[in-house]
């Protein structure tokens, strides 16, 4: 059994609660390495979404995501928006009009999004960006897609690796966005992007239980 659209939308939800529980949390980690606005950006981009979500409710998890990604692109200034903003609608892309996602068509949408990211913002890992979570986290997906087919395995693996990933961020120093301006004062301190591209693969994995 693959994933719907009821997934694609408890999945926004539990990424907009995430980022409102967080909204703290990822405003304090971009205070030493950005302008303190991560936190607000996600939280104000994920609420809009949830108003777009009940205005006007999409019939396929495809149609959930480019929501997403138009929403975002709009409603969250700086460099995250138009970055989730092209992952959620490569991913979607990816998707298309199925109503069904098996796990092969999840780990690609998944390995889209992580292109899209990289396409626009041109950062490499190990450059301390959200890079740093997703890539792990497509990597992972790809393994356990290639086992038994179960899509919350392919969820969860996913959201480990971008915790893991986001947490590896610590001793990078950055060399993309505002952070970098700080060069080796950005060492030490965790990549906000990387903690709420951790914290939105965790709600797909929550979503699909
Ligand atoms: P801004 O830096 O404009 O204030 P945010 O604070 O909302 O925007 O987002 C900062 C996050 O964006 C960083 O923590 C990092 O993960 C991500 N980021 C910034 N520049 C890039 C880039 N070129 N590629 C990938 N991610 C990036
Ligand atoms: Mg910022």
Known sequence: MGLDVGWAVRWLTLSAQAMAEHRVELIELDRPIGDSD???NMDRGFQAVLGKLAEAPPETPGAALKLTAMTLMSKVGGAAGPLYGTAFLRAATALGDTSDVDAATLAAALQAARDGLVARGKAEPGDKTMVDAWTPAIEAAAAAAAGD??????LLAAAEAAEAGAVSTDPML?????ASYLGERSIGHRDPGAVSSALILRAAAEAAE
């Open 38 to 40: 991560h936190g607000e």
């Open 149 to 154: 087919g179960d899509v919350r395995k392919v």
């Open 174 to 178: 950055a060399r993309k966005g505002r």
